[in-house]
């Protein structure tokens, strides 16, 4: 049987929430298609790395625990999860949509010669027949993803080559512990018949990684605004309410690309993806490539001039008005009932 394998990054060696998203994910498939979730992880002193990630449902860790391979190195890692997906033969493979895992999943794929499909934000199990064929293909994953711009919604299949491949963004999918007690196996990966000396030949002399100043993504309550909101004196009115409210904010493409708010606040599909509990549009249209950033959260409202805009289609209330006009008052008057 062919299983589900997940790529797990590390970060001083710590398993990053995009690898525990797509492990959730993972065991949902592996449960689709009754097979194992079966997880990847490379570096050096992982001996605990079982607490991690067993109890988010993966039957078999295989860990190759070098001091060469931490941190990342392009040659040796690819080398490693070569040598697993080749001897295994997995049926589905995630891989995250970090820097780390679009350096790594296309060298897969090529060596593998099988199709990767980057960006999913949704992986579904299903059918598919081929009428010209009269041929049913079983069990394939629908690998779905904003195309053309974020215009359309493309559903890609793979039904001739295996594993199917994808790559996921944080924050796409949910984070669930499976069971706390789920206990798996741990196979060895025997570093030295996977690599060779010349998978070293690049040294990492000295590394910097500055932390991120923004933590949008683990937000209760988010305000983005849209090239609606129309300069950064209006934005200043966000963050006004942000600190009432104790939120963040954020912004759109179109009101990152005019200028308006820094680059680390962009929510979306070439941003970060949220699901808070509150989430204030504010002038922003509601383009499919935003949305995808954002339909996740528990309740939406949109404040907008125009009361056709896509945005009001997906939120819970609509406020139809000028953002420089209502986001004064909306901090008048919580201040006035929070007395």
């Known amino acids: 049987m062919r299983n589900v394998f997940v790529y797990c990054e590390l970060e001083e060696n710590t398993v990053v929430d995009v690898s525990l998203e797509l492990l959730t ?37 295989h860990v190759a625990d070098d001091k060469r391979l931490s941190p990342y190195l392009t040659l040796p ?20 949509a970090s820097s780390i895992g679009r350096d790594i999943a296309p060298r ?19 059918d598919h027949y081929v009428k010209k064929t009269d041929t049913t293909y079983k069990d394939l994953l629908y690998q779905i993803r904003p195309a053309f711009g974020g215009n359309i919604i493309a559903t ?3 039904p001739d080559m295996h594993p199917q491949m994808a790559t996921v963004r944080e924050g796409v999918m949910k984070m669930e512990v499976f069971d706390e007690s789920y206990k798996g196996e741990l196979k060895q990966v025997d570093v030295s018949k996977c690599v060779s000396d010349t998978d070293f030949v690049v040294e990492i002399i000295e590394r910097h990684i500055e932390k991120s100043k923004v933590n949008i993504k683990g ?7 849209g090239y609606g909101v129309g300069s950064k004196e209006n934005f200043k009115l966000l963050f006004e309410l942000a600190d009432v409210l104790g939120a963040e904010v954020g912004g759109s493409r179109a009101a990152i ?20 509990k509150l989430y204030i549009a504010c002038g922003i249209s509601g383009a499919v490539q935003h949305r995808v950033g954002m339909d996740q959260s528990a309740m939406i409202v949109s404040i907008n001039t125009d009361e056709h805009a896509p945005i009001g289609k997906i939120a819970d209330y609509n406020i139809k008005g000028d953002v420089a006009a209502v986001i004064p008052q909306l901090i008048k008057f919580y201040k006035k009932n929070s007395k």
Not at 50 to 58: D, L, M, P, S, T
Not at 257 to 276: C, N, S, Y
């Open 77 to 96: 890692h690819t080398s490693i999860v070569n040598n697993i997906l080749e001897e295994f033969d997995p049926q589905v493979v995630l891989f995250g």
């Open 219 to 225: 937000a209760s309550i988010v305000i983005a605004g």
């Open 257 to 276: 690309d005019a200028g308006l708010i820094e680059h680390d606040r962009q929510i979306g599909q070439t941003g970060t993806t949220v699901r808070p």
């Open 108 to 126: 897969v794929a090529s060596a593998l010669r099988c199709g990767l499909t980057a960006d999913c934000t949704s992986l579904i199990i299903g």
């Open 156 to 158: 890609i299949i793979n």
């Open 25 to 61: 994910k993972g065991k949902d498939l592996a449960q689709q298609l009754n097979c194992k979730l079966e997880a990847i992880v490379i570096g050096s002193s992982l001996e605990n790395i079982g607490e991690q990630i067993f109890k988010y449902g993966a039957d078999v860790i």
